[in-house]
Structures are given as C-alpha cells and as structure tokens.
C-alpha cells in the first residue's frame, strides 16, 4: 500500500507560481511512476504531468513549458512547480502513484485557484 498526502495548493493571481508537493509513505519501493492529474467539477480527471523512475517525463500539451515535476533523490516526494498561472489552470489536484504491479493510487487532492 502507498499513501499520498499532497500540499501547497492556494489562491494565486494569473501569471503567479505555485509549487505542489507530494509526499508518498508506505511501500514507496514499489512506486514506479508518480504524477498529477487536475479535475474541475463536471469534467473528467485529467493528466498533468507524470514522472517515471527513469526520468521520463510527460506533460499535458496545455502546460508544457509552465510546468515541470520533479522527485526528490529519496523518491518518496514529487514537486509540480506551477508558472505562469492562467485562470484556467483553476482545478483540484490529485497526486497519483502507479506501482510496478500496476496498482494505482490517488491523493486527497489540494485546490488551486488562479484568479484576480
């Protein structure tokens, strides 16, 4: 079992950075890939940014080049910093982990808002 616990969400002015962490506990050795995904109410989840242990990075084609994600050495932390904040940037996120069993597993969520 992993468990994620997500941070940094908040009410941000367009334009404005932000920047999310993601602490995994648990079985974190099993953790393969790690990422976020947003959802605003009445609309699917959907991908942000993913990570994988060997690097790899993949990015949702409406934040690439504002946003990156990044682990921490230990590999139990994901960061996803936030530039260049636009209002429809506006969304929970959701810290997800895939483990090398391919189990799935999802944050709470934190708020981000971006607006004036």
């Known amino acids: 079992q992993v468990q994620l616990v997500e941070s940094g969400g908040g009410l941000v002015q367009p334009g404005g950075s932000l920047r999310l962490s993601c602490a995994a506990s648990?079985?974190?050795?099993?953790?393969?890939?790690m990422g976020w995904y947003r959802q605003v109410p009445g609309k699917q989840r959907e991908l942000v940014a993913i990570r994988t242990n060997s690097g790899s990075t993949n990015y949702a084609g409406s934040v690439k080049g504002r946003f990156t994600i990044s682990r921490d050495s230990a590999g139990n932390t994901v960061y996803l910093q936030m530039n260049s904040l636009k209002p429809e940037d506006t969304a929970t996120y959701f810290c997800?982990?895939?483990?090398?069993?391919?189990?799935?597993?999802w944050g709470q969520g934190t708020q981000v808002t971006v607006s004036s």
């Open positions: 648990g079985n974190i050795f099993s953790i393969s890939t």
């Open positions: 997800y982990a895939l483990s090398l069993r391919v189990e799935g597993y």
